[in-house]
């Protein structure tokens, strides 16, 4: 199991990623695209990364607007899985 990440570090992980921000035990960005098929394109993007990682985002679509929420469910928050399938996405 992963070891979850305290404040500080947490903290200290955020300033590396601009645009996500934590909210409550979990972090979260909203990607925006043209259209719903392009929306729906980046999701199926990242498929196969979470895979990968066998770490998976809780994903809510609203059009053109996709909102990622990462969390460690079985550590009961935040850790280091979490930040880099967030690097992973922003590359995406």
Do not use: C
């Not at 909203?30 to 990682?53: G, S």
């Amino acid at each position: 199991m992963a070891t979850r990440l305290t404040d500080t570090e947490i903290q200290a992980q955020l300033s590396q990623f601009p645009e996500w921000s934590k909210v409550d035990n979990k972090i979260q960005r909203r990607f925006k695209f043209k259209n719903f098929i392009e929306a729906i394109d980046f999701v199926n993007k990242l498929v196969e990364p979470a895979e990968a990682a066998d770490h998976h985002p809780d994903i809510e679509i609203s059009y053109n607007k996709v909102t990622v929420n990462l969390t460690t469910h079985d550590a009961g928050g935040l850790t280091q899985k979490d930040f880099d399938l967030a690097g992973t996405f922003d590359q995406l």
